[in-house]
């Protein structure tokens, strides 16, 4: 079975564009998570999607946002892109039935200049 | 707010060896689940092994098993004749039931020693 593709892998942008990041899910998962990682916040968690549903959101400013597509594939946008949008964004999917195992993808290194 | 704490940012142990590593909760709720996640400079994520709050015993998963002390809320991961592919970030993000949501703490940087 495949596993979580995010695509693309690196990203430079300048501040103030606007990104689009995808995600892949596992066949068969129906839920999509997002994480924010970086050295100096850690694994933070933006939001998750079900069944193209925003289930639950993180304390994250509106200049984040996601959607679901009917065959489970997620995009997460970031409008407006500070400096302190660098990170590395992490794509996570699972059954989405509250058991929380999740299987993460390799990551989007996003870096803004 | 609900934390987990890795106190230990950084431990190494010689090939071969066995090394423990800590983690710490805290939650209100009563029914969760706890994971070890390693991530190794590749950054993929990959799952190592989970526990149930509900299940007493712990779990093991080859050369990995946990320590989970429920009441003490602690839930530490014991790897056995280490490897040198188990070099990696290892994180035990804690989730909640019906809450696909996981709460990371800071990790712990695992060196191998040949």
């Known amino acids: 079975k495949a596993g979580v593709t995010q695509t693309p892998r690196y990203l430079i942008k300048t501040r103030g564009q606007q990104v689009t990041l995808s995600c892949s899910p596992i066949s068969g998962h129906r839920s999509v998570s997002w994480y924010q990682q970086t050295p100096g916040q850690g694994l933070q968690f933006l939001f998750e999607?079900?069944?193209?549903?925003?289930?639950n959101k993180g304390n994250f400013p509106g200049r984040f946002s996601g959607r679901q597509f009917s065959n489970s594939r997620s995009e997460m946008n970031v409008s407006t892109l500070e400096l302190g949008d660098s990170a590395l964004y992490l794509c996570?999917?699972?059954?989405?039935?509250?058991?929380?195992?999740?299987?993460f993808g390799p990551g989007t290194r996003l870096t803004v200049t | 707010a609900q934390t987990v704490t890795q106190s230990q940012p950084e431990m190494s142990v010689q090939e071969a060896e066995t090394v423990t590593l800590s983690c710490t909760y805290d939650t209100s709720e009563s029914d969760y689940y706890l994971f070890w996640y390693k991530q190794p400079p590749s950054r993929q994520m990959i799952l190592v092994i989970r526990q149930e709050a509900y299940k007493q015993q712990n779990a093991t998963e080859n050369r990995f098993s946990v320590n989970f002390q429920k009441a003490a809320k602690s839930f530490s991961l014991k790897i056995s004749d280490s490897q040198l592919g188990d070099a990696a970030m290892y994180f035990c993000?804690?989730?909640?039931?019906?809450?696909?949501?996981?709460?990371f703490g800071t990790g712990t940087r695992l060196t191998i020693i040949p």
């Open positions: 999607y079900f069944s193209e549903t925003q289930r």
């Open positions: 993000p804690r989730g909640c039931f019906g809450n696909e949501k996981l709460t």
């Open positions: 996570a999917s699972s059954r989405g039935q509250g058991f929380n195992e999740q299987y």
